[in-house]
T-cell receptor
Framework: GEQVEQLPSILRVQEGSSASINCTYE??????FPWYKQEPGENPKLIID?????ERKQTQGLIVLLDKKAKRFSLHITDTQPGDSAMYFC???????????FGSGTKLTVEP | NSKVIQTPRYLVKGQGQKAKMRCIPE?????VFWYQQNKNNEFKFLIN????????QIDMTEKRFSAECPSNSPCSLEIQSSEAGDSALYLC???????????FGPGTRLTVL
């Protein structure tokens, strides 16, 4: 299957703390795992991604971890700011032509 | 950061009407994807192209949609007979040949009355 599960669906954190979102995938052939941030009325924007030859990637306050054995990957936002409030979607590529299969999204609210 | 262009941004149609939307991929990106994001934020892959050739499409697209990516013209996605359930954000993304990264355009928000 191509299903991607994402949890939690809603996440509220205090400004300055970290936020973590977890995803699992089914297809062991998946090798590309992007994360998108979507603000209300906007398109999803690619914020970070990881490929299956890595276990960890970090950029500008974002960390992604990949556990291929468990078919699990996660996004960690450190030192959250109100501007991080948005919907976040994980995705995994399918076996054909890099079609992406998305998780159901996490609504992150960072409270001042 | 995305240079994908989609038009129109908003589209309102009555049930049974045709609904057509267009996408200009980022320059140098021969692979184009169409996804549907419904009001529950669920994404559904519809179809993708490499240059003018269809790579993959789902059943619904094959039966109810008409899509093409002619050379030197925008790609297009057209619903032949709109249904209320087609109300959604239609997102076009493009990528390099063999590339993983997909950058989305602003989307076309379709409302079927």
């Amino acid at each position: 299957g191509e299903q991607v599960e994402q949890l939690p669906s809603i996440l509220r954190v205090q400004e300055g703390s970290s936020a973590s979102i977890n995803c699992t995938y089914e297809n062991s052939a998946s090798n590309y795992f992007p994360w998108y941030k979507q603000e209300p009325g906007e398109n999803p924007k690619l914020i970070i991604d990881i490929r299956s030859n890595m276990e960890r990637k970090q950029t500008q306050g974002l960390i992604v971890l990949l556990d291929k054995k468990a078919k699990r990957f996660s996004l960690h936002i450190t030192d959250t700011q109100p501007g991080d409030s948005a919907m976040y979607f994980c995705a995994a590529n399918g076996p054909n032509y890099n079609v992406l299969y998305f998780g159901s999204g996490t609504k992150l609210t960072v409270e001042p | 950061n995305s240079k994908v262009i989609q038009t129109p941004r908003y589209l309102v149609k009555g049930q049974g009407q045709k609904a057509k939307m267009r996408c200009i991929p980022e320059k140098g990106h021969p692979v184009v994807f169409w996804y549907q994001q419904n009001k529950n934020n669920e994404f559904k892959f519809l179809i993708n192209f490499q240059n003018q050739e269809v790579l993959q499409q789902i059943d619904m697209t094959e039966k109810r949609f008409s899509a093409e990516c002619p050379s030197n013209s925008p790609c297009s996605l057209e619903i032949q007979s709109s249904e209320a359930g087609d109300s959604a954000l239609y997102l076009c993304a493009s990528s390099l040949l063999g590339g993983d990264e997909q950058y989305f355009g602003p989307g076309t928000r379709l409302t079927v009355l």
